[in-house]
């Protein structure tokens, strides 16, 4: 037991001396107070490698801080024998209550009670805004509440978005009850009611199937003169949506439109979100093909979202058809709508179709980038098509955006699955002359296909540039 406690007592030791060296270089570099070390621990600290900036050394001491606070049973004694700064500097305690609250928003509670006894520490509030969201993901309400009246005595004001994650927190936390007490608590503070509280004690109704309150409260934000904005609407939509029911969500929409509400988007468009948020695919994709033959398109932002559904789905074919469809009758597509798109149907082997929606994105005045035309040059490559990939692939290199390592790692690869070691060899020179080393990997796989085909010679010549980057 004694040989335990001597083991523990020398590893906070150590840490002690550790911290006090880190902050002793962080003193000397950014003009802070020089901090002394306790005698017996700087005997027996090994010497820390130099940081080589002043950068290095404060997010070093950040971090090293941030770990005794997060570990440290006794930490209010380890910080005083630490010799911190006095005063100590405000951001380097908000960097490490940012660090520690996460994890351990008691301990950085501890840390912040620590600080604020000090005379000369003057506590912000973004050192509180830091822990009251760790504090209620963790459902310490009790010392959220506590931190809360703390900063009203001190006349810190609270912070809407914060407060806004705390009714969140609560909602989901099936309290919807105390999370509707927050938000009439918060005047009590001082924290205006702003529009993104009033959304997130909807998502916390609505969360919990309350949509009697959630009307109760849009009636509400009419009252006080609270504009509403689109996560209010597509807040009850999507809650709406989850519970598939449409038309109910439909008939929402309409009924706050006679009542002065108006959504900033149309509400179809918010439909067709909420139905893919709430991964009712098929409902999505009947809604969006019927408003589409009516002549009523969607945005490009509610397309782009669809499409990435259907996408991930594995149903591609919908949503090609779909935007040709849009396209047909009007809607224009954005980078994001080809970004989504042409990598999906080149994935599936539908090959002159991703190229005429990369002509098209040209077509539209977008310069194609490495992950635009990579996506073509692989499906090419997994088609067999090699010298055709090698042509466009050499096309884009001086009409497009150059290639970066991915793509010319990726080539090298399909070029040694199909077997083109040669080109393979090439393509691996030609990326370190444009400034990407390549990594061992890449050279073994290059260099065992080159010896498989009897190219020793030129496969020595490989390995001696790998040697040659190491050395470098």
């Avoid at 007592?9 to 902050?23: F, N, P, T």
């Avoid at 099936?174 to 509280?197: D, K, M, S, Y």
Wanted: proline share 6%.
């Amino acid at each position: 037991e004694s040989r335990c406690g001597r083991g523990a007592e020398g590893r906070r030791e150590m840490s002690s001396s550790v911290s006090a060296a880190v902050l002793r270089r962080l003193g000397d570099r950014l003009g802070l107070r020089r901090l002394a070390t306790l005698p017996d621990y700087a005997a027996g600290a090994e010497e820390l490698p130099q940081h080589p900036t002043s950068k290095d050394a404060y997010f070093a001491a950040v971090n090293h801080l941030s770990t005794i606070v997060r570990r440290d049973f006794y930490l209010e004694r380890t910080l005083n024998r630490l010799r911190l700064p006095s005063p100590f500097p405000p951001d380097l305690a908000l960097r490490v209550i940012r660090a520690a609250a996460p994890s351990e928003p008691l301990h950085a509670a501890r840390f912040l009670a620590w600080l604020r006894a000090k005379p000369n520490f003057s506590p912000s509030a973004d050192h509180f805004d830091a822990l009251l969201l760790p504090l209620a993901r963790a459902r310490l309400f009790t010392h959220l509440w506590t931190q809360a009246s703390d900063m009203r005595a001190l006349g810190l004001p609270l912070s809407p978005a914060t407060f806004s994650a705390v009714i969140s927190s609560y909602g989901h936390s099936r309290l919807a009850e105390q999370a509707v007490e927050v938000f009439n608590r918060l005047p009590h503070f001082g924290c205006p009611q702003t529009t993104e509280v009033y959304n997130a004690l909807l998502d916390a109704l609505c969360a919990n199937g309350n949509f009697a309150g959630a009307y109760k409260l849009l009636r509400r934000m009419a009252r006080k003169g609270v504009a509403p904005d689109r996560a209010t609407f597509s807040t009850l939509v999507d809650a709406w949506c989850a519970s598939g029911k449409l038309r109910e969500a439909q008939a929402f929409l309409d009924d706050m439109s006679s009542r002065g509400f108006r959504p900033p988007v149309r509400g179809r468009d918010l439909l067709v979100d909420g139905l893919v948020r709430a991964g009712r695919l098929e409902e999505a994709k009947a809604f969006a093909l019927r408003i589409t033959k009516e002549g009523v398109l969607p945005d490009v932002a509610t397309f782009n979202s669809l499409a990435q559904a259907l996408c991930d789905a594995g149903d591609v074919e919908f949503a090609v058809g779909l935007l040709a469809d849009a396209s047909s009758r009007g809607m224009c597509p954005d980078i994001s709508t080809y970004k989504v798109m042409l990598p999906a149907v080149a994935k599936a082997g539908r090959i002159e179709e991703a190229f005429r929606l990369f002509y098209a994105a040209i077509e539209d005045g977008h310069r194609p980038f490495p992950s635009l035309y990579a996506a073509i040059v692989k499906a090419l490559c997994k088609a067999g098509r090699f010298a055709d990939a090698f042509a466009f692939f050499g096309d884009m290199k001086s009409k497009g955006h150059p290639p970066n390592r991915p793509v010319y790692v990726m080539l090298v690869k399909m070029c040694v699955r199909g077997g083109r070691f040669l080109d393979a060899a090439n393509y691996l020179l030609e990326m370190n002359e444009a400034g990407f080393a390549p990594r061992a990997p890449t050279f073994n796989v290059v260099v065992d296909g080159l010896r498989h085909l009897g190219k020793h010679d030129l496969a020595r010549r490989m390995e001696q540039l790998e040697m040659s980057l190491k050395g470098n």
